[in-house]
């Protein structure tokens, strides 16, 4: 059965694909919300503006999830909170690799990843950017999921740690039940196929098996926290 296997392994090699995925996200206050924030367009503003997430995949099926940084921003950091640096979701083993830095410090967090099965499908199609995508939806008790995958990409993968369905995530909307809540809003903007995958190999290649528990992580910020509490006597104070 070894034999088997390793004789596969370059076969289904030449079939697998590198992708590089672009997705634009946002959220969307209710009408409620703009209205209590009418004298603070600027909030508004900065709340709704638009974000950039790359998702590469591999030939693994290993999904690398990245925020890409704004351009003149001032990079501010916030003391008392940390910095999700990538993501890396394996979504046949169920696992999920976090690079995260509190401060100077960085942590590699290794936990089990929780895909939601409840989906219901749908026969609904539409065309996202010339792929043609799929319906799914999911209730649950705050919200309503609504996802467009592609069939024809063959990945679980999807943005914002999203994925499990049988093909690519292309756009998800979250819909609140509630009046006051925001609308999360992400659709995939461009696709390519990569051949050379030197521009996000080096992330899977660094996953490293000196992680610690998702569980151990929280105790280390709730730590950090008191100590920043402490100090400065708030919730954390803006850092240059």
Known sequence: MKIFILFLLPFVSLFAQNY??????KSLLSEQEKKRLAAYPDIIEQYESPKTYDLFVNENNLCLSKERPKLNSNNMEMIGSYTINYTIINPVEKIIYEDINIENRNYKVKSPLKLDENWVFSRDTKT???IVATKATMEKSKNTYEVWFAKSIKTKCGPNNFGGLPGLVLEITIK???ETGSTPIVKMTNIETINNDKEFNSYF??????????????KIYEDYQKKVQEMYGGNGVDKD
């Open 205 to 218: 290649n660094n996953i490293s098996d000196k992680t610690i528990s998702r569980g151990e992580f929280d």
């Open 20 to 25: 590089k995925v672009e997705y634009e996200g």
């Open 176 to 178: 609140p039940k509630n």
């Open 128 to 130: 996202i950017n010339g």
